[in-house]
């Protein structure tokens, strides 16, 4: 696995992302030296839940987590909600996941990973109003700024973008020391 500067990193999002949930995400990514794709639905401009646009890269069907070394799913209330319900994203998390690359969500993109059943048995966070979904499916809900469990780490709100993005890196790199030892 390559360092987090040479690491390729597919965000997965659709209309009514929350904004700086993806864009702001994506922007730290970026300046650490990542390369992010983003993915959506159709190869359209998506909108934000603030008002803010991001131009797809590629839709879902165009990728596999074969093409990819992290996981990075956006919150908002209507996007995880519309993106569950669409059985290639649901099936693209379960490969994520089961291939032990880093997966990471923030706000209600916990969602995503209740629908793949990710969640059975870790410890996350996310926004209030869905912490009974996930203790629903399985997890141990804890109320802090950024939850790392295995190869998945989860997230609140806006305000813990920084943490987050420090999660993933931290976890990002972990897993490249330890496939090179």
């Known amino acids: 696995m390559p360092a987090i500067s040479e690491a390729k990193i ?10 700086s949930e993806l864009l702001e995400t994506r922007r730290l990514l970026d300046e650490k030296g990542a390369g992010t794709v983003l993915a959506s639905l159709e ?8 008002g803010d646009t991001a131009e797809p890269d590629c839709t879902v069907e165009e990728v596999g987590a074969a093409d990819f070394d992290a996981l990075v799913l956006p ?3 209507q996007n995880p909600d519309k993106l569950r319900m669409n059985e290639r994203v649901v099936a693209l998390v379960r490969e994520f996941v089961a291939s032990g690359k880093p997966v990471a969500a923030i706000c209600h993109g916990p969602w995503l990973l209740v629908e793949a059943d990710a969640v ?10 869905i912490r009974t979904d996930l203790r629903n499916a399985g997890a141990e809900v804890v109320d802090r700024a950024a939850v790392t469990d295995g190869n998945i780490v989860t997230s609140r709100k806006p ?17 490249d020391a330890l496939e090179e030892a």
């Open 10 to 19: 597919l965000l997965i999002a659709t209309d009514g992302f929350e904004d």
């Open 43 to 50: 190869k359209k401009e998506i909108k934000g839940d603030k």
């Open 75 to 77: 919150g908002g209330v």
């Open 120 to 129: 059975r048995g870790r410890t996350v966070t996310s926004w209030p109003s």
């Open 159 to 175: 305000e813990d973008i920084p943490a987050f993005v420090e999660a993933v890196t931290a976890l990002y790199e972990k897993a």
